[in-house]
Nanobody, 123 residues
Framework: QVQLVESGGGSVQAGGSLRLSCAAS????????MGWFRQAPGKERREVAT????????VIADSVKGRFTISQDNAKNTLYLQMNSLKPEDTAMYYC????????????????RGQGTQVTVSS
């Protein structure tokens, strides 16, 4: 059974930092696309960052570029999202998602998704 479990969310003031983690189990971690998505109340879910685990290739949304970094720890089967210089507009539920990719192309929607972790940024 595949499980993606997010952690690390919380409440911070604008300008602060948080690091989200996504622990994957029951899942072939290699050759996968793994990403972070967020959804604010009343808004669509949007992709924040994606990594192709076999090549370490990353894609970061323009809205968070320069502030957020996606990374992975293969030994721990864990995905991270380092969020710096947080803004109130970053407030959302953050989800980890993943899917197998044999060719490095990340096809959405991803098959697996976690339950999410809430991030709240106050001004």
């Amino acid at each position: 059974q595949v499980q993606l479990v997010e952690s690390g969310g919380g409440s911070v003031q604008a300008g602060g930092s948080l690091r989200l983690s996504c622990a994957a189990s029951g899942y072939t971690y290699r050759s996968s696309c793994m990403g972070w998505f967020r959804q604010a109340p009343g808004k669509e879910r949007r992709e924040v960052a994606t990594i192709y685990t076999a090549g370490d290739t990353t894609v970061i949304a323009d809205s968070v570029k320069g502030r957020f970094t996606i990374s992975q720890d293969n030994a721990k089967n864990t995905l991270y999202l380092q969020m710096n210089s947080l803004k109130p507009e970053d407030t959302a539920m953050y989800y980890c998602a993943a899917d197998f990719s044999f060719d490095g192309v990340c096809r959405r929607p991803y098959k697996y998704r976690g339950q999410g972790t809430q991030v709240t940024v106050s001004s």
